[in-house]
Protein backbone atom coordinates (compact mmCIF):
# COMPACT_ATOMS: atom_id res chain seq x y z
CA UNK A 1 0.00 0.00 0.00
CA UNK A 2 1.42 3.34 -1.05
CA UNK A 3 0.23 6.21 1.25
CA UNK A 4 1.55 9.93 1.09
CA UNK A 5 3.56 11.00 3.88
CA UNK A 6 1.15 12.95 5.64
CA UNK A 7 -0.90 9.55 6.19
CA UNK A 8 1.74 7.27 6.50
CA UNK A 9 2.81 9.56 10.03
CA UNK A 10 -0.56 9.29 11.11
CA UNK A 11 -1.43 5.75 10.77
CA UNK A 12 2.11 5.53 12.88
CA UNK A 13 0.92 7.40 15.34
CA UNK A 14 -2.14 5.71 15.95
CA UNK A 15 -0.04 2.52 15.94
CA UNK A 16 2.33 4.03 18.13
CA UNK A 17 -0.40 5.78 20.76
CA UNK A 18 -2.65 1.95 20.60
CA UNK A 19 0.32 -0.58 20.42
CA UNK A 20 -0.50 -2.31 23.41
CA UNK A 21 -4.18 -2.80 22.15
CA UNK A 22 -3.53 -3.39 18.19
CA UNK A 23 -0.88 -6.58 20.03
CA UNK A 24 -3.83 -7.66 22.01
CA UNK A 25 -5.94 -7.38 19.10
CA UNK A 26 -3.97 -9.47 16.63
CA UNK A 27 -3.44 -12.55 19.49
CA UNK A 28 -6.97 -13.29 19.04
CA UNK A 29 -7.02 -13.55 14.84
CA UNK A 30 -8.69 -16.60 13.60
CA UNK A 31 -9.72 -17.99 10.39
CA UNK A 32 -12.56 -19.12 11.32
CA UNK A 33 -14.25 -15.71 12.16
CA UNK A 34 -13.48 -14.34 8.94
CA UNK A 35 -15.56 -13.05 6.49
CA UNK A 36 -16.04 -13.34 2.63
CA UNK A 37 -18.07 -11.97 0.11
CA UNK A 38 -19.24 -15.75 -0.93
CA UNK A 39 -19.76 -18.30 1.96
CA UNK A 40 -18.90 -20.88 -0.62
CA UNK A 41 -15.41 -19.12 -0.69
CA UNK A 42 -14.87 -19.06 2.85
CA UNK A 43 -15.78 -22.69 2.78
CA UNK A 44 -13.49 -23.57 0.42
CA UNK A 45 -10.43 -21.58 2.03
CA UNK A 46 -11.01 -23.09 5.60
CA UNK A 47 -11.31 -26.74 4.27
CA UNK A 48 -7.76 -25.71 1.94
CA UNK A 49 -6.18 -24.44 4.97
CA UNK A 50 -7.14 -27.41 7.46
CA UNK A 51 -6.01 -30.11 4.94
CA UNK A 52 -2.43 -27.90 4.49
CA UNK A 53 -1.45 -27.27 7.21
CA UNK A 54 -4.94 -26.74 10.35
CA UNK A 55 -6.60 -23.91 11.06
CA UNK A 56 -4.76 -23.74 14.26
CA UNK A 57 -1.20 -24.01 13.06
CA UNK A 58 -2.07 -20.88 9.83
CA UNK A 59 -3.91 -18.48 12.62
CA UNK A 60 -0.15 -19.25 14.35
CA UNK A 61 1.54 -18.22 11.18
CA UNK A 62 -0.43 -15.11 10.65
CA UNK A 63 -0.20 -13.73 14.38
CA UNK A 64 3.38 -14.31 13.91
CA UNK A 65 4.04 -12.77 10.56
CA UNK A 66 1.87 -9.34 11.92
CA UNK A 67 3.75 -9.01 15.00
CA UNK A 68 6.84 -8.94 13.12
CA UNK A 69 5.80 -6.50 10.53
CA UNK A 70 4.51 -4.14 13.20
CA UNK A 71 7.88 -4.28 15.44
CA UNK A 72 9.63 -3.60 12.24
CA UNK A 73 7.61 -0.88 11.36
CA UNK A 74 7.82 0.62 14.95
CA UNK A 75 11.67 -0.34 15.11
CA UNK A 76 11.92 1.96 11.27
CA UNK A 77 9.94 4.72 12.98
CA UNK A 78 11.93 5.10 16.27
CA UNK A 79 15.07 4.88 14.33
CA UNK A 80 14.09 7.79 12.06
CA UNK A 81 12.73 9.65 15.01
CA UNK A 82 16.24 8.81 16.84
CA UNK A 83 14.81 7.61 19.63
CA UNK A 84 16.78 4.93 19.66
CA UNK A 85 19.66 6.66 19.66
CA UNK A 86 21.89 7.53 22.94
CA UNK A 87 21.23 11.49 23.34
CA UNK A 88 17.51 10.78 23.52
CA UNK A 89 16.68 11.42 27.18
CA UNK A 90 13.33 11.40 27.16
CA UNK A 91 9.83 8.65 26.22
CA UNK A 92 6.83 9.60 25.93
CA UNK A 93 5.26 7.20 28.66
CA UNK A 94 3.05 5.01 25.89
CA UNK A 95 6.69 5.13 24.06
CA UNK A 96 8.25 3.20 26.69
CA UNK A 97 5.59 0.89 27.09
CA UNK A 98 5.33 0.44 23.38
CA UNK A 99 9.31 -0.27 24.01
CA UNK A 100 8.71 -2.21 26.42
CA UNK A 101 6.19 -4.86 24.15
CA UNK A 102 8.91 -4.44 21.54
CA UNK A 103 11.64 -5.79 23.27
CA UNK A 104 8.86 -8.71 24.69
CA UNK A 105 7.67 -9.45 21.18
CA UNK A 106 11.40 -9.48 19.71
CA UNK A 107 12.34 -12.05 22.33
CA UNK A 108 9.22 -14.49 21.88
CA UNK A 109 10.27 -14.44 18.58
CA UNK A 110 13.89 -15.74 19.67
CA UNK A 111 15.24 -12.40 18.66
CA UNK A 112 17.26 -11.94 21.70
CA UNK A 113 19.88 -9.72 21.12
CA UNK A 114 17.79 -6.73 19.57
CA UNK A 115 15.39 -7.78 22.43
CA UNK A 116 18.07 -6.98 24.88
CA UNK A 117 19.20 -3.58 23.27
CA UNK A 118 15.33 -2.36 23.24
CA UNK A 119 14.67 -3.24 26.57
CA UNK A 120 18.78 -1.10 27.99
CA UNK A 121 17.77 1.56 26.06
CA UNK A 122 14.36 2.04 27.28
CA UNK A 123 15.62 1.42 30.82
CA UNK A 124 18.30 4.03 30.54
CA UNK A 125 16.28 6.66 29.42
CA UNK A 126 13.89 5.97 32.21
CA UNK A 127 16.76 6.43 34.31
CA UNK A 128 17.78 9.85 33.02
CA UNK A 129 13.95 10.57 33.42
CA UNK A 130 12.92 9.35 37.05
CA UNK A 131 16.53 8.69 38.48
CA UNK A 132 17.49 6.06 39.71
CA UNK A 133 15.94 5.30 42.90
CA UNK A 134 12.72 5.76 41.22
CA UNK A 135 10.22 3.43 42.50
CA UNK A 136 9.10 2.51 38.59
CA UNK A 137 12.37 1.26 38.21
Known amino acids: ?18 FEE ?9 AINSR ?3 ITDKEIILK ?4 KIGVLKFNKIVI ?6 LVKLVLDELEKSNKLNEKETFLEEEEFAMM ?7 EKHGDFSNAENIFKRSLEIQEKNLGLEHSNL
Open 22 to 30: IIQNISNIN
Open 100 to 106: IEIGTLL
Open 1 to 18: ILLNKQKELSIIKIITQH
Open 36 to 38: SFL
Open 48 to 51: SIEL
Open 64 to 69: IELEKW
